[in-house]
């Protein structure tokens, strides 16, 4: 056996951790000190976190029940659910940590368990692992200054104080562009300097394709030198409006990746962590395909891998790891590097249980700050929900399907699309719906809502685009959201397909879809300049508060074809 291999056994069997059931899990602080009891090991050690989406409160989320892989990855972390991940990882079922990384039992774990995430409780945990780790660096994959009704009316500014005050040391980005070139370099220039480092390798200006952003940082710790190269996520500009980044391009960059990592190298550092808001197929692949990575620290994707999958490539072995979304988890990984090679390694990808971490005081406080100016907004309450209410899966969850519900009655249309968001709180049943949760699941800088006449083969355009974007064989050729959510209209998808032929059997009220007639398509968050419309939370609001109360909602799903026995998806 030789130490990379004995280092991916030593990762494995520290990710599976302390196994705890209910009981114990609400014993209180002996709990807690099994659950977060992590000795340090080795002397270089890094925190991370992603894909928070402005979560500074503590919330539930239920992990999809549904994320399908196809071609080589079908079968294969992160395209486990439910049972199969756990057996796959060695967790135990009716845990913690079964709760956290899969939907089983969501709602009675979730009131047995409590709420997870909050920066407050985030906080704590940061110092915890930190106070037996000198020197270790906090991570922030981004995805950070966009999420929830706070972030938008302080223009990111209340995410941005909260991760100084969290100690984030080194970021990279994705829906901060949204915010606009001009606010992402302000915070950059005057909110960040001198204090985190925004890397980004694959972010550079469209006329000379000089470097926007510094591509990676290095530094030191405890005698070893280490690399943190940055990697935004490749497709902004298609994903997300171009006209608020217009002088930039981004990409995956493959090579250029290659060469900050030689670049890297050759200054001396003996450890190089990319941290990447590729999602985690991207990172599967780029780690195969580039040398000299000791670890990839992603995000984007809200995958909650508990254990990192070790990847071969030319140079050697490289970990890949996914730490979840909401401010729910924190990655910790430690290397044990001597001579100046890495020797072992330990990881865990730690679930924050709020009710198992004391809130920092001095967190809170600043949560409680920002927020205050905008408590009574958030605190609106709508309607009350009767079922659960949760955005994630591949193709709907039902708080999008109370979205597209809302539209097409406010809008007077035959069918409503929703995009296919990752982010997004959760409800239980019979729970107020405040102005915040549906903030949560809507708050964007393009947030407009539409309403526009489309020919039946446009929709089937429309449709194959994003569904060869979520299952393209080919990992660079996806961008990681989810299927379009779709109201009115029932379809079958055929996800293993080539491109332009997954989509079938449209049809509205059991007729077929005519590829010549018109249809009115509502919809939100166009990314074309120049769109206007009534917000989309104005929307629902008003749909929500005519009815007072909210029925289960029932998903429109498509009919899928070829996926019997698909381990990405609950029996």
């Known amino acids: 056996m030789n130490r990379r291999e004995f280092a991916q056994l030593l990762g494995i069997a520290a990710a599976g951790g302390m196994l705890l059931d209910a009981k114990t899990a609400l014993a209180g602080t002996a709990t807690a000190g099994n659950l977060y009891d992590m000795p340090r090991f080795g002397n270089v050690h890094f925190l991370h976190f992603t894909d928070c989406h402005a979560q500074l409160k503590p919330v539930y989320f239920r992990e999809p029940s549904m994320n399908l892989g196809v071609g080589a990855a079908a079968g294969r972390i992160p395209h486990l659910v439910g049972e199969r991940l756990l057996k796959q990882v060695g967790l135990k079922p009716n845990t913690p940590q079964a709760h956290a990384f899969t939907a089983l039992n969501f709602e009675q774990a979730a009131q047995t368990y409590g709420k997870v995430g909050g920066f407050a409780h985030l906080a704590t945990l940061v110092k915890r692992m930190r106070a037996g780790r000198p020197g270790a ?68 200006t469209t006329d000379f394709g000089d470097q926007v952003f510094a591509p990676y940082v290095i530094k030191q710790m405890n005698g070893v030198s280490v690399a ?17 980044t217009p002088e930039w391009s981004f990409g995956i960059q493959e090579e250029n990746m290659q060469k900050m990592v030689d670049e890297a190298r050759a200054k001396g550092a003996k450890v190089v962590v990319v941290l990447s808001h590729n999602g985690m197929d991207v990172d599967l692949k780029m780690a195969s395909r580039v040398r000299g990575i000791d670890a990839i620290m992603g995000g984007h994707t809200h995958d909650g891998v508990p254990v990192p999958v070790v990847v071969s490539n030319g140079g050697g072995k490289t970990l890949v790891t996914n730490a979840g979304s909401n401010s729910k988890f924190l990655g910790v990984l430690d290397f044990d590097v001597r001579e100046g090679n890495v020797r072992a390694f330990q990881y865990r990808l730690l679930p924050v249980f709020s009710n198992l971490l004391p ?22 309450k709508l309607a009350m929900t009767e079922g659960t209410l949760y955005r994630r899966g591949n193709f709907n969850g039902t708080f999008d399907q109370l979205i597209i519900d809302a539209l097409m009655e406010v809008k007077g249309a035959d069918m409503a699309f929703s995009p296919g968001f990752r982010w997004g709180t959760s409800l239980l049943p019979n729970s107020p719906i405040l102005m915040e949760h549906l903030m949560d699941q809507t708050a964007t800088t393009y947030s407009y809502s539409t309403l526009t006449e489309m020919s039946g083969s446009t929709i089937k355009t429309v449709m194959e685009d994003v569904a060869d974007n979520l299952f393209n064989q080919d990992p660079y050729y996806q961008q990681g959201g989810d299927m379009v959510r779709v109201g009115g209209m029932t379809y079958a998808i055929e996800p293993n397909a080539a491109m332009g032929s997954r989509i079938s059997d449209m049809r509205l009220g059991g007729k077929l879809i005519d590829a010549g007639k018109t249809y009115k398509v509502a919809g939100w968050a166009p990314v074309a300049e120049g769109a206007q419309g009534e917000p989309v939370w104005d929307v629902v609001a008003q749909w929500l508060k005519a009815r007072k109360t909210v029925t289960p909602r029932v998903l429109n799903t498509p009919r899928l074809i070829g996926m019997q026995g698909n381990p990405g998806m609950l029996g």
Not at 140 to 156: K, V, Y
Not at 229 to 236: E, L, M, S, V
Not at 361 to 368: K, P, V
């Open 137 to 204: 660096l906090l991570l922030d994959g981004g995805d950070t200054w966009q999420g929830s009704g706070t972030a938008l009316w302080t223009n990111g500014q209340d995410m941005v104080d909260a991760c100084l005050q969290l100690g984030v040391d080194v970021m990279t980005a994705h829906w901060e562009m949204t915010l606009g070139d001009k606010r992402v370099q302000e915070i950059i220039g005057k909110d960040f300097k001198g204090k985190v480092d925004f890397v980004a390798q694959n972010v550079k």
């Open 228 to 244: 943190i190269i940055g990697q935004a996520f490749p497709y902004t500009p298609i994903a997300n409006p171009r006209y608020m």
């Open 359 to 380: 809130a920092d005081r001095d967190m809170a406080n600043l949560i409680d700050k920002v927020r205050a100016p905008y408590e009574a907004k958030l605190g609106e």
